[in-house]
C-alpha cells in the first residue's frame, strides 16, 4: 500500500542519547517535511525538503538535523536529546497540492 | 501573532447541529488553504482544500474570505463520527511550506 512509513512507533531515550526517526515514502514526491505535535502548540515544523539533496529549517530545528539522499527517505536525527524534545513526530510529503502524513512517532525523552 | 490562528474550543454540539470554524491568516500572500481533520493520537488527513469560490463537499462546506484573511468550515448536520480535531492550513509562499493553526476541537453529544 502506497504511503508513509515512520519508525519505530513509539520510544523512550534517555537524555543525551543520539536518535533518528525513520522516515519512507513510496509516492515520489518531491516534498518531505517533519513536525511535532504538543499540546497547546499544534504542529510546527522542524525541517523540510522540496527535494532530494536540498532541506531547509522549519520553524523549531534547534536540536534537530535531517537529510535527504534520495527521494524516498528523510530522517530525522537528535544529537543528544534533551527532555523538552519530547513529543509526538510525524513525517510527512506532498505531492504540491495535498499533504500526506505518516502515522507518527510518539518520543519521550527521560 | 501567529501566522494561523484558530480558536481552539472546546466546541460542544449535539448530534444534528450545525457549526462554524474559523481561521485567520497573517500573511496575504498565502495562496492555498486546507482543512485538515485529526483524530486522537493519529495524523491529520486531508479534509478538504479551500477554494477562492467556496466549496461544498456533502455536509461540509469550506469558505475563503481574502479580504479578511480568514477561512471558515461549517459542518450541517453533525454526526458523532464527526468529533475530532479540525486544523486549518495554510500554504507559505516563501519555501513552499505550510502552516498549521493549532487545531479547534468539536466535540458531537449525542
Known amino acids: 500500500i502506497a504511503g508513509i512509513t515512520q519508525a519505530p512507533t513509539s520510544q523512550i531515550l534517555a537524555a543525551g542519547r543520539r536518535m533518528t526517526l525513520r522516515c519512507t515514502q513510496d509516492m515520489r514526491h518531491n516534498a518531505m517535511y517533519w513536525y511535532r505535535q504538543d499540546l497547546g502548540l499544534g504542529l510546527r515544523l522542524i525541517h523540510y525538503?522540496?527535494?532530494?539533496?536540498?532541506?531547509g529549517k522549519g520553524e523549531v530545528p534547534d536540536g534537530y538535523s535531517v537529510s535527504r539522499a534520495n527521494t524516498d527517505d528523510f530522517p530525522l536525527t537528535l544529537a543528544s536529546a534533551v527532555p523538552s524534545q519530547t513529543s509526538v513526530y510525524f513525517c510527512?510529503?506532498?505531492?504540491?497540492?495535498?499533504?500526506?502524513f505518516g502515522s507518527g512517532t510518539q518520543l519521550s525523552v527521560l | 501573532r501567529k501566522e494561523v490562528e484558530q480558536d481552539p474550543g472546546p466546541f460542544n454540539v449535539p448530534e444534528g447541529a450545525t457549526v462554524a470554524f474559523n481561521c485567520t491568516y497573517s500573511n496575504s500572500a498565502s495562496q492555498s488553504f486546507f482543512w485538515y481533520r485529526q483524530d486522537c493520537r493519529k495524523e491529520p488527513k486531508l479534509l478538504m482544500s479551500v477554494y477562492s469560490s467556496g466549496n461544498e463537499d456533502g455536509r461540509f462546506t469550506a469558505q475563503l474570505n481574502r479580504a479578511s484573511q480568514y477561512i471558515s468550515l461549517l459542518i450541517r448536520d453533525s454526526k458523532l463520527s464527526d468529533s475530532a480535531t479540525y486544523l486549518c492550513?495554510?500554504?507559505?509562499?516563501?519555501?513552499?511550506?505550510?502552516?498549521f493553526g493549532g487545531g479547534t476541537r468539536l466535540m458531537v453529544k449525542p
Open positions: 510527512a510529503s506532498s505531492d504540491g497540492t495535498t499533504v500526506f
Open positions: 492550513v495554510v500554504n507559505i509562499p516563501a519555501g513552499n511550506m505550510l502552516t
Open positions: 525538503s522540496n527535494t532530494a539533496g536540498t532541506t
